[in-house]
């Protein structure tokens, strides 16, 4: 009917509340980890490691000096918004970590070998046309 308006009941949940309700559904791994075991140490900025469990008890996962929950993996007494957390190290995972990790040791040696100021413009034009002359992909 024209005119006629419906009333929505929208409820906002907290970042801290989506965040557990997202790893509950796949936390059944969690509960199957032993010591020894690599998990994926993934904080909210900055790179993600691998870290291996070093404890366990009913309720937590020790991995080097921090805890994490076993309900929902994430650390025991972190921020609310800015939590580390631990996933599960799948095959595909770690060769992420491994791909970004070779990548920036060459990026950095690159940086460390390259003394810019030693070539001269006509060097330097060649290397830039030879980096260009590389297709790039947005991906990486």
């Not at 940086?111 to 100021?117: D, E, H």
Request: glycine letters at 8%.
């Amino acid at each position: 009917m024209p005119g006629r308006r419906l009333r929505l009941k929208v409820r906002f949940l907290s970042l801290p509340t989506l965040l557990q309700r997202g790893s509950e559904m796949d936390n059944e791994w969690l509960q199957n980890l032993k010591v020894g075991d690599a998990v994926i140490i993934k904080p909210v900025f900055g790179d993600s490691v691998i870290g291996l469990v070093s404890r366990l008890t009913k309720t937590q996962i020790a991995v080097g000096r921090d805890k994490y929950r076993k309900t929902n993996g994430f650390l025991v007494g972190g921020d609310a918004y800015y939590r580390h957390h631990i996933k599960e190290a799948t095959k595909e995972r770690l060769d992420a970590i491994a791909y970004e990790s070779e990548y920036c040791r060459l990026r950095d040696e690159l940086k460390a070998l390259a003394k810019w100021r030693c070539f001269t413009n006509d060097q330097l034009g060649e290397i830039l046309e030879l980096v260009k002359s590389f297709e790039v992909s947005d991906g990486v």
